[in-house]
């Protein structure tokens, strides 16, 4: 059976989000009425995740435990390589993303590659808050395009664009400007966020060093760099001539 949506989750120490998200998500994509399944790459959770993970008796469910820690974009990335769909709908593992937002998202999709979601009431600490808009700010003031909140995980793909894209080390918060960069049309759709009830962000004002601005540099380099012939006509002889 060819399955249409595959929900990728990547996932650090997140046991006590998993398993309720996992059947929320269900709750929603079974009114869909398509085949579809979830794919949960552990990133080398040491609290217990991938264990939890073997308690969700879902038929639709895959997982793939790394074996250290590798970054959230090294677990994105296997996700949606092992992805079946047609489309691919990616969100975080700690439950802030709300799964009920998916239908919006592919509603969105017609017409575009990929639909990008911009969180309307920020539920974070504020050290996030301000990473945020730091970020977001001087992405959109370099880059040039429309993306408001490129840090939002909940996203819809069409599968076939994400195989022209190349992931590197913390390249998936830009993975909707690589797209564009690519000719890919993406659109923004205003989206809910939840506050954390569960577990501790992995992420802090304190931990992420300059790593966003050096990754940003390189998406400005790519996009200053990018080959842009276009060809004006074309000539074609036969072979006898």
């Known amino acids: ?57 879902l038929p639709q469910l895959r997982g793939f435990l790394l074996k250290q820690q590798s970054g959230q974009s090294a677990a994105l990335d296997i996700g949606i390589k092992a992805a079946l769909g047609e489309i691919i709908i990616v969100l975080d593992g700690d439950g802030q993303n709300d799964p009920h937002d998916i239908p919006k998202l592919l509603v969105a999709l017609d017409g575009v590659d990929c639909v990008s979601g911009c969180r309307q009431i920020r539920q974070d600490r504020w050290d996030r808050k301000i990473i945020s808009t730091i970020a977001n700010g001087t992405r959109k003031w370099l880059l040039g395009d429309d993306i408001h909140d490129t840090g939002c995980s909940l996203k819809a793909y069409r599968a076939d664009c994400l195989r022209h894209i190349k992931l590197f080390k913390g390249m998936h918060r830009f993975l909707p400007s690589l797209l564009i960069i690519e000719g890919f049309q993406v659109k923004e759709l205003p989206v809910s966020h939840r506050p954390r009830t569960l577990g501790t962000s992995n992420y802090s004002i304190f931990n992420r060093g300059l790593s966003p601005i050096v990754d940003l540099l390189a998406v400005w380099w790519m996009g200053r760099r990018r080959l842009r012939g276009e060809i004006a006509q074309t000539l074609r002889t036969d072979g006898d001539q």
């Open 1 to 57: 059976m060819n399955v249409k949506y595959s929900i990728v989750i990547p996932a650090h120490n997140e046991k006590d989000n998993l398993p309720p998200l996992i059947q929320e998500i269900k709750s929603v994509m079974d009114k869909l009425g398509e085949p579809w399944e979830i794919i949960v790459v552990d990133d080398g959770s040491t609290d217990g995740s991938w264990e939890a993970l073997h308690k969700c008796h």
